[in-house]
């Protein structure tokens, strides 16, 4: 148990308090007009001795005859720990929130002082004016022990304010777990040898405990993502009082607190997972339970790449082509790639943030491909990293791959491109047309999703030719006609 010693009054000291009823006070003095008997003046005003021989005493600075303290000895001789004690009727009620504040003064020694709330004490006087052993009786519940002395008290008649349980402790209350009817105050049997006057003892009720925590903070979402922070925002959580704020977490790490609904964390590390959780408080120290996240942070790279303009070769790789951005990546119509050698492969590969798929989102070719309309790549949210390879069929074995040299990246104005091909209605609901003027039969066509799945593959029926994609769920696939001298390429929106 802490102890404070203060030097201001008790009423700066109950400034750290609220929803305090009116507290109840206890002052000591001897109201007898003759002199006191024999040790000291007996105890009056609704206060009984519990054991030992407490009594009125005066305080050793002042005048003899003013008995305005009460006075407790403790005392450790003959290996017997002897003490005195003294108890008042006051109703403690169960669950209630209470302090009890003593303002006293040290006479001699390290005397330790216990307080209780108690059922059934007696009076019980020790007539030879000496210290006994305390009560036995088991209805009773510890509100606090602490060191009777003020530390650094100054001048003689110096005393202090000490507050049980302190308001700085952990448990700043004391909550009886039933009703009690007295209230007890004792110099400790258990401490060292040594006195203590009390001029001045204050109970206050806090009413009852508050102990209902607010709702978990619903619909915990990642409003923003970026390579090193992360924005995150949730609904309002109530409480049968009041939310007083959130606390925010990462990775069971405390990150800060806020009154709003939203929340930035910073200083993170790029392509991170992060664990983010938000809980509410209220004034009572209250806490719901935690809603959880996870996030992973961005690529550290620019937010989106447009490929227009033709590739400076001598900075690329001879056999691969690699770009990343953090959200998207656009192929503009005219952006084509050849290889040096015929019968190559081109493949794309879309790569998330520490993650890869491998996925065929854009077309196989012979030799080269060339965009027919713009394609923009970000099918995940954490798209990143368009990766092309060209790769030859080994003769024979069409399950073993060699590659070679890029030959070529370039751009070629939307003017000088040939529209053989048209796909209409775009997007469309349930029916695709795809005209091609050159039809010779022998055109295949392929429909794949954005992960490279296959979904439809068969040749062209006419110059004109319908396909169902009713079942098709919505979103964004790829078109690919082949025909003996040229692939084609169109993105299809499904509704």
């Not at 104005?413 to 048209?422: A, F, N």
């Amino acid at each position: 148990m802490k102890k404070i010693c203060f030097i201001l009054s008790l009423a700066v000291c109950m400034a750290y308090l609220t929803h305090a009823q009116t507290p109840t006070v206890y002052t000591f003095r001897y109201n007898g007009t003759e002199d006191p008997p024999p040790c000291c003046p007996d105890l009056n005003n609704n206060w009984k001795s519990s054991h030992g021989s407490p009594c009125y005493a005066a305080h050793p600075a002042y005048n003899y005859w003013s008995y305005d303290n009460l006075k407790l000895v403790t005392s450790y001789t003959n290996s017997q720990r002897k003490s005195e004690g003294a108890f008042v009727s006051y109703s403690f009620s169960k669950n209630n929130n209470y302090r009890v504040s003593f303002t006293l003064k040290n006479l001699d020694g390290s005397p330790y002082m216990e307080v209780y709330g108690a059922n059934g004490l007696t009076e019980k006087k020790d007539t030879s004016c000496g210290e006994s052993a305390p009560q036995s009786i088991t209805d009773k519940e510890l509100i606090g022990i602490d060191l009777a002395v003020c530390s650094g008290a100054g001048p003689f008649p110096y005393y202090c304010d000490i507050i049980i349980p302190s308001p700085l402790s952990t448990d700043s209350y004391w909550n009886p777990s039933k009703n009690y009817s007295q209230f007890w105050v004792a110099s400790s049997h258990q401490g060292g040898s040594g006195s203590f006057i009390i001029q001045q003892i204050t109970i206050t009720d806090y009413g009852k405990v508050e102990s209902d925590p607010p709702k978990t903070p619903g619909n915990l979402r990642a409003t923003a993502i970026e390579s090193k922070k992360i924005t995150v925002a949730w609904d309002i959580s109530t409480d049968n009082t009041r939310v007083d704020g959130y606390e925010i977490y990462c990775d069971n790490k405390k990150s800060g607190t806020t009154k709003d609904t939203t929340y930035t964390l910073t200083d993170l590390k790029p392509c991170t997972s992060y664990t983010i959780e938000v809980r509410a408080y209220d004034p009572y120290d209250n806490y719901s339970p935690k809603a959880a996240l996870k996030v992973k942070t961005r690529i550290d790279l620019p937010d989106d790449i447009v490929l227009q303009d033709p590739v400076n070769l001598s900075t690329m790789p001879n056999k691969e082509y690699i770009v990343q951005a953090a959200n998207s990546i656009t192929l503009k119509t005219g952006f084509s790639v050849a290889a040096r050698d015929a019968k190559e492969y081109f493949h794309c590969k879309i790569s998330g943030c520490g993650d890869s798929f491998s996925s065929n989102p854009l077309p196989d070719n012979e030799e080269s491909f060339l965009m027919e309309e713009d394609i923009s790549m970000n099918p995940y949210s954490e798209t990143d990293s368009l990766l092309l390879t060209n790769e030859e069929f080994v003769y024979n074995n069409p399950y073993k791959q060699a590659t070679s040299e890029i030959f070529d990246i370039s751009h070629s104005p939307p003017s000088d491109i040939h529209h053989e091909v048209l796909i209409y209605p775009n997007p469309t609901s349930n029916m695709v047309t795809i005209a091609y003027q050159l039809f010779t039969g022998r055109e295949e066509i392929i429909i794949f999703d954005i992960t490279g799945k296959s979904l439809f593959n068969n040749r062209l029926s006419g110059s004109i030719s319908n396909i169902d994609v009713s079942d098709f769920s919505p979103g964004i696939y790829f078109i690919k006609i082949m025909t003996q001298e040229k692939i084609f390429v169109k993105k299809l929106v499904k509704k």
